[in-house]
């Protein structure tokens, strides 16, 4: 079931909404129970087969919880920390198996010749959300962070369906607690109002926008396989379009999943902060998946060490942790190579830090157009790796890649000649040539990416514009937005209008891009 969904609009949340106030009036652990099957139910609709796999996974992950809390009481650390690896080890095994197994025996085979084969595995919904999720309840157990073990709360806290298949990866201490105030399960009006608002602008983010834009994707990056040679201008469209898809798609997923648990009274940690207004590849990572970027950060960058060694330590330590975010994403050289390149743009961008810094410079200080020019080098940084995270394979990367580097050639659409008059003379004059596109006939994309570049780089976010509910725990601190939210008859309007527009659009739904992952 989807979120942008006629099943899932009309039936499913209203539904789920009504029964747990309705229940809630009577006994908190009733409406718990019935929030936890209505979340296994939406779980269920996508394959019925692997609720039972999720179901395993919770009651053996609470029991090694509990089990490991209890050796921890009882003063045995030794204990404590040989259960947490042997679950740690068994949760990145079922992960290992479904998401990675195939993609291993293919290069094995590749490698040796040989024909070995596990059968068509296919993968779990959301298996990598809730496994990560599940391993940060074990490590604070193990460290003593996580105070409540509640079967009813856990399982509700595992499965809670706007987190579910896409994230944001939840922590234990943050979440447990909610579900324990007696408020949340009385409905709270502010709290609806504004979670229906950032719901429905969610779903125009991802129905209006990145739906919208999705069209002008894929002949781009299917072209290579199909012999096609891609013009600089074809290429660099395709990949600011896709740039702007996933933004606007994974976007609208994380107000759409913030919104439906501000429903239930319950607030979501934010997961997306405007990243393409980043200024550095640092400050990228820390609004891009939030929650991923903490989870890499406390459960894998500082084991390793973090910076407390050596910095070439610190460095590899980096590479390392972007790799492997790079191959969670997906079982493929072009996430190996993706999260690769972002370890090397984080390596740099520390390494000029400290050269700047023993230059005596202030790194907290700088200039308007030094911003500018941080933010625009990082966006073209990101658009670049993007590339890498679409394509299908190594070589359509690669192909695409050199389109955009002019190493086909310049080739712009005829009918701008005429346009451009001595500047196209001017520009024939050194090399570009005006000719057909036939990947991208129309240049309706050039439209969508100038639109898109003014919103991403200059509006505020929705985080900023629903700043007096508090929709998200931990959301960066910046300026506040001249654009604020508040229950008023011109927000309701406004929020109806679109509502009304994503209806029209919903026969086109699609799934969202980080279900795949």
Sequence with gaps: MLFNSHAFIFLFLPLTLLVFFGLGRFSAKLAAGWLAVA?????GWWSPAYVALLLLSILCNFSAGSAIARAQAAGDSRRSFRLLTLAVIANLALLAYYKYANFFLSNYN?????GLSFGEIILPLGISFFTFTQIAFLVDAHQGKAREYNLVHYGLFVTYFPHLIAGPILHHGEMMPQFAQREIYRPQHDLIAAGLTLFVLGLAKKVLIADGVAPYVGPVFDAPGAGVTLTFLEAWCGALAYTFQLYFDFSGYSDMAVG???LFGVRLPANFHSPYKAVNMIDFWRRWHMTLSRF???????PLGGNRKSRSRRYTNLLLT??????????????????????????????????????????????PWGRRAGCLLTFIAVVVGWVLFRAPDVATAQAILSAM???NGVVLPEIWLARLGAAGTALTAVGVEFGATPVLPRTGVLNWIWILLLIVWLAPNTQQIM????PALGVLNEAPSRIRWRISLPWALLTLALLL?????????????YFQF
């Design 39 to 43: 979340s296994l139910f939406f779980y």
């Design 110 to 114: 590749a490698l040796t010749g040989s």
């Design 260 to 262: 439906l648990s501000l």
């Design 296 to 302: 890499l950060r406390d459960y894998l960058y500082v």
């Design 322 to 367: 972007m790799l492997l975010g790079g191959l969670w994403h997906g079982a493929g050289w072009t996430f190996v190579l993706w999260g690769a390149l972002h370890g090397l743009y984080l390596v740099i961008n520390h390494g000029w830090r400290e050269f700047r810094r023993s230059l005596g410079h202030k790194l907290h200080q700088s200039t």
């Design 405 to 407: 580097a002019g190493f």
């Design 467 to 470: 700043a007096a509910a508090k």
């Design 501 to 513: 527009a994503v209806i029209v659009n919903l026969d086109r739904h699609s799934e969202f891009l």
